[in-house]
């Protein structure tokens, strides 16, 4: 059997002590022949056969007094685990558990049906061969460990009312402000959980200092564990960029080093207070897939880091996961759905950038804004965000420090407003003062 640690092992049954929906999930898929210590093996056995007989888990009476029942050599060597388990506080973190449970039962039932079907397949009997380990391919594309999404509407008024007033006041699960004011306030705060939102803009024309000044604001002002994923260009430049942003020293300045004393002291004295707040992971290999940025999501959680909000800079550069797609249309609507699915399911919040189409001669000197209509490659990737806009700016107003973000559209509101924004490329600061325009221009 594989082995994934006695450590996590015991993260497993303190869950099922304490979780009974994922006690009854995991009692499907797993047996005491699944732990490598034999304590835990014959703890799952106890916990296994009062689950039959009562429908819950046991109370650590009924534990102690199978101890009791064990001759003395093995009682004192599996007290100290049952005690451990029985320990009050600590329960471990669940989605890890659920994460690495789904990988642990799949590898450990392939390796029994494998075992059985050779043993089978030595003996001539093809077709069982095949029968047992096509059942157990069935099963462990069935394992999940996610409570089932279903709801019994008319009886869960209380609850359902419980949980808005705990999101409510829970600073955990603020909305993710955009920066400007009105804009938050026509969205009820900004980006929800679940929620994906992206930025449209030329090329070279703001994108990813538009998303580093909300991982940013994400840090320093909400106190959010922010993961920022880069498919383009190098990490260093990116916190280079943010080490601008947080500083306000010149960006030039920042890259050779030359961070004032003072101000390196108050950055020093302020990232001790945001320690653990920001991750930046660079993939840019050209072939990065959401099964990568989940990889590093699963890690950072293993490690204790639990982001909250996630950067993508940007969706154009993934590819589907799906290796039959064909084609960078195909690719670009895949990939946007995957990583729409991910936050939607992981419940996080979400910030990405679109590439827009190559403008025409001329079009950098006169005043427009963009709208959905110029998404590069793939329209379809419109219609899987939640709210979308764009960043525009003629070559005299980048100049001056200015720009116009039109926020275009959003799931649940309309929007269809034009801001006039600071833009401070020198120090990587956007949207320090931001109102809302007179009616946009024709674009």
């Known amino acids: ?68 029942r064990l001759a003395a050599e093995k009682r004192v060597l599996y007290e100290v685990e049952v005690e451990w388990l029985l320990y009050p506080g600590g329960v471990p973190e669940a989605d890890y558990v659920k994460e690495r449970l789904t990988e642990f039962a799949r590898v450990n039932l392939f390796a029994q049906a494998h075992r059985s079907s050779a043993e089978l397949f030595t003996r001539g009997q093809y077709m069982q061969s095949y029968d047992v380990m096509s059942t157990a391919l069935d099963k462990i594309r069935d394992i999940t460990f996610e409570r089932p999404k279903r709801q019994w509407y008319f009886e869960e008024l209380a609850e359902r009312q419980l949980a808005r007033f705990q999101e409510r006041n829970d600073l955990t699960r603020m909305p993710w402000s955009t920066g400007i004011e009105q804009l938050d306030r026509a969205t009820n705060g900004g980006v929800q959980e679940g929620e994906l939102w992206a930025v449209l803009a030329y090329a070279k024309r703001g994108k990813t200092t538009f998303l580093v000044n909300q991982g940013g604001r994400s840090c320093r002002l909400e106190r959010q564990p922010t993961l920022h994923i880069q498919l383009e260009g190098h990490g260093k430049q990116i916190a280079a960029k943010y080490d601008s942003w947080f500083s306000r020293e010149q960006y030039n300045l920042v890259k050779l080093g030359e961070i004032r004393p003072d101000t390196y002291n108050d950055m020093v004295a302020e990232f001790m207070r945001l320690r653990s707040l920001l991750v930046i992971r660079t993939l840019n290999d ?146 320090d003062w931001a109102e809302e325009m007179a009616p946009r221009a024709e674009s």
Not at 4 to 16: D, I, N
Not at 19 to 44: H, K, N, P
Not at 360 to 387: W, Y
């Open 286 to 431: 050209w072939r990065v897939t959401m099964d990568h940025v989940l990889a590093e999501y699963r890690e950072l959680k293993a490690r204790g880091f639990k982001p909250r909000r996630l950067i993508v800079d940007y969706v154009d550069l993934l590819r589907s996961r799906d290796t039959r797609v064909e084609g960078e249309t195909q690719h670009q609507v895949e990939a946007s759905r995957d990583l729409k699915r991910f936050v939607n399911e992981e419940e996080i919040q979400g910030w990405t950038a679109w590439q827009a189409q190559r403008g025409r001669p001329g079009d950098n000197l006169k005043e427009h804004v963009l709208t959905s209509a110029s998404v590069a490659d793939a329209f379809a990737k419109v219609r899987i965000v939640d709210s979308y806009g764009s960043i525009n700016a003629t070559d005299s107003e980048w100049e001056r420090g200015e720009m116009r973000v039109f926020w275009e559209n959003h799931r649940d509101a309309a929007v269809n407003k034009l801001y006039g924004c600071r833009n401070d490329l020198s120090t990587m600061r956007m949207l």
């Open 1 to 68: 059997m594989h082995d994934f640690g006695v450590g996590f092992q015991r993260s497993v049954l303190r869950l099922m002590l304490s979780d009974e929906i994922f006690a009854q999930q995991t009692l499907r898929y797993i047996d005491e022949s699944f732990f490598s210590v034999e304590a835990l093996g014959w703890s799952f056995k106890c916990f296994a056969g009062y689950w039959k007989a009562h429908l819950a888990a046991p109370p650590g009476m009924v534990l102690r007094e199978e101890l009791r």
